[in-house]
């Protein structure tokens, strides 16, 4: 069984900033990407940024420059440092692991809003 724990979410002014974690747990095996996906109201769901066990990053568009992923391969964690938050960064983050299939978090609420 396969467990993913994010933690990190909350309500943050424009601005600001806010780090994530995911923690991968249980039979998790030869981890080849980590990552992070979003969905707002009415939106379909997008990705965010991941990150290999080699260390390539890859970020969408909107994020880039305000937003930095990270791992842990020991601890089968992955971050996302998320700096100057805007309020259309409002969104549940799903954080994910790829392995021979694909594993999800539960989802963690960011919520920018002065």
């Known amino acids: 069984q396969v467990q993913l724990v994010e933690s990190g979410g909350g309500l943050v002014q424009p601005g600001g900033s806010l780090r994530l974690s995911c923690a991968a747990s249980?039979?998790?095996?030869?981890?080849?990407?980590m990552g992070w996906y979003r969905q707002a109201p009415g939106k379909e769901r997008e990705l965010v940024a991941y990150i290999t066990t080699g260390g390539t990053t890859n970020y969408a568009d909107s994020v880039k420059g305000r937003f930095t992923i990270s791992r842990d391969n020991s601890k089968n964690t992955v971050y996302l440092q998320m700096n100057s938050l805007k309020p259309e960064d409002t969104a549940v983050y799903y954080c994910?692991?790829?392995?021979?299939?694909?594993?999800w978090g539960q989802g963690t609420q960011v919520t920018v809003s002065s």
């Open positions: 994910y692991v790829v392995t021979k299939r694909i594993y």
């Open positions: 249980g039979s998790i095996y030869d981890v080849s990407s």
